[in-house]
C-alpha cells in the first residue's frame, strides 16, 4: 500500500490534467516572446525552435546568426536587408554600415501582416506593401519614426569583431 504522499504525486497530475486539460499547461508555460521565437511554420526551420544547419540558433531569447551562411547572404553588403521569415525567423534585417546590423520585427504596426516588406533605400524605410497583403503604409528604418499604427519596433543586436556573427537580443 502507498503512502500519501506517493499517492499524491502520482495521481496529482493525472486527475489537474483531467480538470484543467490543455489549458493547464498553458498555464505553466511561459509566453513573454512568443511572437519573435522561431517559427517553425515560416519556413526551413523544423527542429524546434533552433536551426542550426539554416544558419541560426534561438537560446535565451538570443538569436545567433551565422552571416556565412547562405541564407543571410543578402546581408553581406550594406544596403542589404531581407525578410527572415522563410526562414522561421520573423524579423527584418537590414545592414547599415560595415558594421552594424539592425533587427526589427516583421509584424507590420499596421495589421501585422509579416510577409509584404519591401526596403526603399532611397526614403531609409520599410513599406508593406498592398500588392502582397499589406497596405502600403511606410515605417522609418530608425526604429523611432512611427507609421501607421506605431513604430517598426527594433532590437539591439551586435556583431562579432570578425563580422560573421550577429546577435540579436529579444
Ligand atoms: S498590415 Fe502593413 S500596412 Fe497594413
Known amino acids: 500500500m502507498k503512502d500519501r504522499r506517493s499517492f499524491l504525486k502520482e495521481v496529482c497530475p493525472t486527475v489537474a490534467f483531467a480538470f484543467f486539460g490543455i489549458s493547464f499547461l498553458e498555464a ?3 509566453d513573454t516572446t512568443d511572437d519573435l521565437t522561431p517559427n517553425p511554420g515560416g519556413g526551413g ?3 524546434g525552435g533552433t536551426s542550426q544547419d539554416n544558419g541560426f540558433t ?3 531569447n538570443t538569436y545567433t546568426i551565422d552571416l556565412a551562411h547562405s541564407n543571410f ?3 553581406s553588403q550594406e544596403g542589404g536587408w531581407m525578410n527572415a ?3 522561421g ?3 527584418l534585417f537590414l545592414r547599415v554600415s560595415n558594421n552594424d546590423i539592425n533587427a526589427y520585427t516583421n509584424k507590420c504596426p499596421h ?3 509579416q510577409t509584404a516588406w519591401t526596403y526603399q533605400s532611397d526614403l531609409n524605410q520599410f513599406k508593406c506593401q498592398a500588392s502582397e497583403g499589406g497596405h502600403d503604409n511606410t515605417y522609418s528604418d530608425d526604429g523611432k519614426t512611427p507609421g501607421e499604427g506605431g513604430v517598426l519596433v527594433d532590437y539591439v543586436t551586435s556583431l562579432s569583431e570578425d563580422g ?3 546577435t540579436v537580443n529579444l
Open 58 to 60: 534561438f537560446s535565451n
Open 73 to 75: 547572404s543578402q546581408l
Open 28 to 30: 505553466c508555460s511561459s
Open 85 to 87: 521569415q522563410s526562414l
Open 45 to 47: 526551420n523544423t527542429g
Open 164 to 166: 560573421k556573427t550577429l
Open 111 to 113: 495589421q501585422g501582416v
Open 89 to 91: 525567423i520573423p524579423l
